[in-house]
């Protein structure tokens, strides 16, 4: 079975720019989930959609949003690139919310994002 | 608010020997979630682990076992007879009952295992 799947794997953009980051869930799985990981730290969380509504929001500006469509895949969408934001760009999906129950929050690879 | 405390930055054993990694948490919330996770250098993080918070029983899989204790709010984690391929990143992190908040997330501990 194949497991939550990121894309692009690698981007780069300049400053100001907008990005758009995609993930597809694990199959069945109905909640997806957004971090942030800079270098050194622990992945720090954005979103959190759950049966397509936004469950849960992290501490992060209104620079970053995401939609969550009927197939229960994701975008995840930042405007006016700072280069702070430069970082590895994780999704994670769960069968129930938030990984409540026995089901875990799988992680996909990332999407890692430099800002020049 | 929630906080998950990895105090060692970097860890690095000779294969064979044992090795612990702790954890120490805050919440407020009576129902929570723990959980650890690995990540090797190539970025996905691997689930190991999950435990609610009544259910203090330590658990054994293999060579990792992980010991859970309320009372001092520690969810420690032990690989026995580590291996060079157990050398990785490791996270603690805590989800409150309800999950919405996401996965509060410890800054890892980086494990060395040399040959």
């Known amino acids: 079975d194949a497991g939550v799947t990121q894309s692009p794997t690698h981007l780069i953009k300049t400053r100001g720019q907008q990005v758009t980051l995609r993930c597809s869930p694990i199959?069945?799985?109905?909640?997806v989930s957004w971090y942030q990981q800079v270098l050194g730290q622990g992945p720090q969380f954005i979103f959190q959609y759950y049966e397509k509504e936004e469950r849960g929001r992290g501490n992060f500006p209104d620079r970053f949003s995401a939609r969550q469509f009927p197939n229960y895949s994701s975008e995840l969408n930042v405007n006016a690139l700072l280069l702070g934001d430069s970082a590895l760009y994780l999704c994670?999906?769960?069968?129930?919310?938030?990984?409540?129950?026995?089901?875990?929050?799988?992680f996909g690879d990332g999407t890692r994002l430099s800002i020049l | 608010a929630q906080k998950v405390t990895q105090a060692q930055t970097e860890i690095s054993v000779v294969e064979k020997e044992d090795v612990t990694l702790d954890c120490v948490y805050e919440t407020r919330d009576t129902t929570y979630y723990l959980f650890w996770y690995k990540q090797p250098p190539s970025g996905e993080l691997v689930f190991l682990i999950r435990r609610n918070s009544f259910d203090e029983q330590n658990e054994i899989s293999g060579r990792y076992s992980w010991n859970f204790q309320k009372s001092t709010s520690s969810f420690n984690f032990t690989i026995t007879a580590s291996q060079v391929v157990d050398s990785a990143v490791y996270f603690c992190a805590l989800i409150r009952g309800g999950g919405a908040d996401g996965l509060t997330f410890g800054k890892g501990t980086h494990l060395i295992i040399q040959p």
């Open positions: 994670a999906s769960s069968f129930a919310q938030g990984g409540m129950g026995n089901q875990p929050q799988h």
């Open positions: 199959s069945g799985h109905k909640s």
